[in-house]
T-cell receptor, first 116, second 116 residues
Framework: EPEVTQTPSHQVTQMGQEVILRCVPI?????FYWYRQILGQKVEFLVS????????KSEIFDDQFSVERPDGSNFTLKIRSTKLEDSAMYFC??????????????FGPGTRLTVL | AQKVTQAQTEISVVEKEDVTLDCVYE???????LFWYKQPPSGELVFLIR??????QNEISGRYSWNFQKSTSSFNFTITASQVVDSAVYFC?????????????FGTGTQLKVEL
């Protein structure tokens, strides 16, 4: 069964450093998403991406964040200068283009980012 | 704005008991989708079910059943004859058409502990 994959599973970085989180969405999916979950809290939407551009972003997704689809398979989230409060689990998700509403999003296993 | 409320933060049951997880949502849109996701201790988010706002037919799938009631804006989830492997955090989520993608708005989750 196709699944979303994410690497690395755990990333430790120093405050102020840049990190890139990688995701490989399900191959026939066209919508891609990033969410984050601070430990013990709910899952929060960061950004959605379609047709090589951001379709929606939350207020969390400020200028420190960027997303890219560098090739036909990978989808990346970059944090330019990490802060302590960026420590969280980051989930990638993808969905098919079907009707545009309520397409089921399938999530990757997550990358736990720890900023020291 | 959309909102999902899961008032139960933690539920503990003994194996084989039935348990219902509550979810109440708020949206002004008439077209929307509701989801339940499961997050086991390993951390991944596993899709369980999707319902659209025009389909109030309740569903049973094995030990799982869902009760969608638009009149009370509720989408409750019941596990029959619970098992230890059902121990996880369960998230209810809502999506609407936003003009680009369909971001999920999650509730705060209900931690279910099933004990022997």
């Amino acid at each position: 069964e196709p699944e979303v994959t994410q690497t690395p599973s755990h990333q430790v970085t120093q405050m102020g450093q840049e990190v890139i989180l990688r995701c490989v969405p399900i191959s026939n999916h066209l919508y891609f998403y990033w969410y984050r979950q601070i430990l013990g809290q709910k899952v929060e939407f960061l950004v959605s991406f379609y047709n090589n551009e951001i379709s929606e972003k939350s207020e969390i997704f400020d200028d420190q964040f960027s997303v890219e689809r560098p090739d036909g398979s990978n989808f990346t989230l970059k944090i330019r200068s990490t802060k302590l409060e960026d420590s969280a689990m980051y989930f990638c998700a993808s969905s098919e283009l079907r009707q545009g509403v309520g397409d089921t999003q399938y999530f990757g296993p997550g990358t736990r980012l720890t900023v020291l | 704005a959309q909102k999902v409320t899961q008032a139960q933060t933690e539920i503990s049951v003994v194996e084989k008991e039935d348990v219902t997880l509550d979810c109440v949502y708020e949206t002004r849109d008439t077209t929307y989708y509701l989801f339940w996701y499961k997050q086991p201790p390993s951390g991944e988010l596993v899709f369980l079910i999707r319902r659209n706002s025009f389909d109030e037919q309740n569903e049973i799938s094995g030990r799982y059943s869902w009760n969608f009631q638009k009149s009370t804006s509720s989408f409750n989830f019941t596990i029959t004859a619970s098992q230890v492997v059902d121990s996880a955090v369960y998230f209810c989520a809502l999506s609407i058409l936003t003009g680009g993608g369909n971001k999920l708005t999650f509730g705060t989750g209900t931690q279910l502990k099933v004990e022997l």
